[in-house]
């Protein structure tokens, strides 16, 4: 896996560019935009979504995708939630050439309803080709060489283990899990209680209110994520807890940012706008609402960030309705206790 592929040239796809050149890779990101693709090959560096970071020379961009994929060997997709179908549409017979495919997409298309796992299993035919990386992982930071710890998730464990190889660094530790749909259900849910997040940090409802609404938003996120096919321990490590912690707390978190923008009084328009980048939660809240709904899962946080976002609802009314809910357990012994009992894990 010499001749490595990234659909995508954000700030996330070009970090793990980073990563995947300085170990001496020949990686090759397509970009839409001429400006991105000139910068990174003639000054290796991109300025549009990670200024001030220089890429290994073994990093180059292109504009052709049809071009470049050729002797690809792996492809790791990079790209916003509505654009896969597109991309597969326009380029899946090329792309099916491709012999691995990672997505480090953290979101679910919010017209289909389909995760990125789900929509490249259809037209790969072979779900053993394809995983999932996850876990607390700021690009900006990734880019800088700062220590960090992710997840790659797949059915195949030796294939599986190839990917974890392929992207473990000296400041990047890697593990693998075999639950893909867990851990990109986790990525993507965690988006909407960091949304929630951010809201609670622009009101100034302080750290209390903060710590326990990343711990009853982890709570909905298992209540959906299981249902959907995740594993339970899942939610409990990098993919889950890990990533929801670091988007509900840390600034560089998009979907924080959008939610705080939220908190203190802008509307979505301008903290979209402000934010020149894709922020996933805001579309995938609307697919998190509607499955739960069809699914009959209580997500009373989710279904507040939904109000505010889409029915202009005041934050201060979604944070009363949270408040005066009814008293009850704080765990359902369906949900929690009864798988709880018989998890092993392996530190």
């Known amino acids: 896996m010499?001749?490595?592929?990234?659909?995508?040239?954000?700030?996330?796809?070009?970090?793990?560019?980073?990563?995947?050149?300085?170990?001496?890779?020949?990686?090759?990101?397509?970009?839409r935009r001429s400006a991105v693709c000139e910068a990174i090959n003639k000054e290796k560096e991109n300025p549009f979504y990670l200024p001030g970071i220089k890429l290994p020379e073994k990093v180059k961009a292109g504009l052709d995708l049809k071009e470049i994929v050729k002797d690809r060997e792996v492809a790791f997709w990079m790209i916003p939630s509505y654009a896969v179908k597109d991309v597969v549409k326009n380029y899946g017979e090329v792309l099916k050439e491709v012999k691995l495919h990672i997505s480090g997409i953290k979101g679910i298309d919010f017209e289909s309803g389909k995760s990125p796992f789900l929509t490249l299993k259809e037209f790969l035919k072979d779900s053993k080709r394809i995983f999932v990386?996850?876990?607390?992982?700021f690009a900006k930071e990734i880019a800088e060489?700062?220590?960090?710890?992710?997840?790659?998730?797949?059915?195949?464990?030796?294939?599986?283990?190839?990917?974890?190889?392929?992207?473990?660094?000296?400041?990047?530790?890697?593990?693998?899990?075999?639950?893909?749909?867990?851990?990109?259900?986790?990525?993507?849910?965690?988006?909407?209680?960091?949304i929630a997040s951010g809201?609670?940090?622009?009101?100034?409802?302080?750290?209390?209110?903060?710590?326990?609404?990343?711990?009853?938003?982890?709570?909905?996120?298992?209540?959906?994520?299981?249902?959907?096919?995740?594993?339970?321990?899942?939610?409990?490590?990098?993919?889950?807890?890990?990533?929801?912690?670091?988007?509900?707390?840390?600034?560089?978190?998009?979907?924080?940012?959008?939610?705080?923008?939220?908190?203190?009084?802008?509307?979505?328009?301008?903290?979209?706008?402000?934010?020149?980048?894709?922020?996933?939660?805001v579309k995938t809240c609307k697919v998190v609402v509607e499955l739960?709904?069809?699914?009959?899962?209580?997500?009373?946080?989710?279904?507040?960030?939904?109000?505010?976002?889409?029915?202009?609802?005041?934050?201060i009314k979604g944070l009363k309705r949270l408040l005066s809910r009814e008293l009850k357990r704080e765990f359902e012994e369906t949900l929690l206790t009864k798988h709880l009992n018989g998890i092993k894990i392996d530190l």
Not at 2 to 31: F, P, Q, Y
Not at 133 to 137: F, H
Not at 157 to 176: D, F, G, I, N, W
Not at 215 to 243: P, Q
């Open 145 to 194: 060489g700062l220590p960090a710890a992710v997840v790659v998730a797949g059915e195949d464990e030796e294939l599986t283990s190839s990917v974890q190889k392929l992207l473990a660094h000296s400041y990047l530790r890697v593990y693998r899990s075999d639950d893909p749909i867990g851990v990109e259900i986790a990525g993507a849910l965690k988006n909407v209680i960091a």
């Open 133 to 137: 990386l996850g876990g607390p992982s």
């Open 292 to 315: 739960a709904k069809n699914y009959g899962v209580e997500m009373p946080i989710c279904e507040e960030v939904y109000r505010v976002l889409y029915e202009k609802e005041s934050p």
């Open 2 to 31: 010499e001749r490595v592929l990234i659909i995508g040239g954000g700030s996330w796809g070009t970090a793990i560019a980073k990563v995947l050149g300085e170990k001496g890779l020949d990686v090759c990101v397509w970009v």
């Open 199 to 281: 809201i609670c940090d622009g009101l100034g409802l302080g750290l209390n209110a903060r710590a326990a609404l990343i711990t009853r938003g982890l709570i909905e996120i298992i209540r959906l994520g299981t249902r959907l096919g995740g594993k339970l321990h899942t939610f409990y490590g990098l993919a889950g807890l890990g990533d929801l912690v670091l988007t509900c707390t840390g600034a560089l978190s998009r979907n924080y940012q959008v939610g705080y923008r939220l908190g203190r009084g802008e509307t979505l328009e301008h903290a979209i706008e402000a934010l020149h980048q894709v922020a996933e939660g």
